[in-house]
């Protein structure tokens, strides 16, 4: 079935209301060399910084708890049994999750939060307990958990889980209404959910469906995509979630 336009107006023209639901159908990406997609991607990033800069602390905290909210009377997030949740960087002003992550690690039996193991785009997620586990890691602060519990025994990481994982909420720096992602670089997620993928294929297990949160100001017309990138099947906004995909149409909430 062919995927078109978002049946609502940009979202440069709606006024945010939490209730809303938007219902679209993705757009195919834009053939572009690498080189082109690189220089549209430094250059979408300044302008979505910039945008991020501008936003008042209160108005980040109301976004979130917006966000928040959706996600937590969602039926998938109450019901999952393994769900892997980025914990915020406030340098970063990504949309805030601790209390996704409060919420996930009472009514979940497995919730896993991200740690990065190297320059080269390995990032596992762990098992967490209680937020007081986290710790801040420079050179942003970002906190993660440690490799060992308080008993010393390594955590349990999700790509070596004998349960599938069900559920992955992520950022991102900036979203087009199809479910094109721009990360900040780093590749950390593709390659992290590339391998959470296949892991799940061979196993014979549903893949997680995929769920970004996005502040207002990080929706934009078009993300331009490269052979790696991988999209979303729903975005979480202040107005409403964005069904990106079949599966999230069937999915969420």
């Known amino acids: 079935m062919s995927y078109g336009k978002c049946l609502l107006p940009s979202h440069r023209s709606i006024t945010p209301r939490p209730a809303d639901v938007v219902m679209l159908r993705s757009l195919p990406g834009r053939m572009m060399s690498t080189d082109s997609v690189g220089l549209a991607k430094a250059a979408l990033r300044r302008d979505v910084l910039q945008r991020l800069k501008g936003m008042s602390v209160q108005d980040m905290q109301s976004e979130s708890a917006a966000i928040g909210e959706q ?9 999952a049994q393994s769900v892997a949740v980025y914990v915020d960087c406030e340098r970063l002003r990504e949309v805030q999750t601790e209390s996704i992550v409060t919420a996930a690690l009472k009514s979940c039996a497995r919730v896993y939060v991200p740690r990065v193991l190297d320059r080269d785009s390995n990032m596992h997620f762990l098992r967490l307990q209680g937020l007081e586990e986290l710790v801040q890691v420079p050179p942003f602060g970002i ?11 390594p955590r349990s990481d999700a790509l070596q889980s004998p349960d599938p994982l069900q559920l992955i909420i992520m950022p991102g720096l900036a979203f087009d209404e199809s479910g094109r992602r721009l990360g900040r670089g780093g590749g950390y997620y593709d390659k992290f959910i590339t391998s959470i993928r296949q892991r799940s294929l061979e196993r014979s297990w549903k893949t997680p469906l995929l769920v970004a949160l996005a502040f207002n100001a ?10 790696h990138d991988v999209p979303v099947d729903v975005i979480v906004t202040p107005r409403g979630p964005i069904l990106c995909t079949r599966r999230g149409e069937e999915e969420w909430p």
């Open 218 to 227: 990080q929706m934009v017309d078009s993300i331009p995509v490269g052979h």
């Open 71 to 79: 996600v937590g009377s969602c039926t998938l997030f109450k019901t």
């Open 143 to 153: 906190r993660e958990p440690p490799l060992t519990d308080a008993a010393g025994a």
